[in-house]
């Protein structure tokens, strides 16, 4: 079934697909995407560009928010899911720099 052209889940298919042409051929990249985008969304997630950081990621590392331990931290109740999301990229980055 086609995407409608407002749908923000298919915007951010599209830039993704212009970034990573080799997930064109990616036949689960949809289904992930609308997976990845509905956790966001049930964590509290309301920034839209956080949400697409958040799917862009999850595109190149899929389902990597359900490792038990991101998933324990993005729940965490206090700062923002935007905030503790950063933090994880941030800490990822900073591992890999390392590394």
Do not use: K
């Amino acid at each position: 079934m086609p995407e409608p052209d407002d749908n923000p889940l298919a915007h951010v298919r599209e830039h993704i697909i212009a970034t990573h042409p080799e997930l064109a051929a990616d036949t689960s990249l949809r289904d992930r995407l609308a997976r990845a985008y509905a956790y966001a969304v049930e964590l509290g997630f309301t920034d839209g560009d956080a949400i697409a950081r958040f799917l862009r990621y999850d595109a190149c590392a899929p389902n990597f928010y359900r490792q038990p331990a991101i998933d324990a931290w993005l729940r965490q109740p206090g700062l923002p899911v935007e905030l503790r999301f950063a933090d994880v990229l941030a800490r990822v980055t900073s591992r890999l720099r390392r590394d």
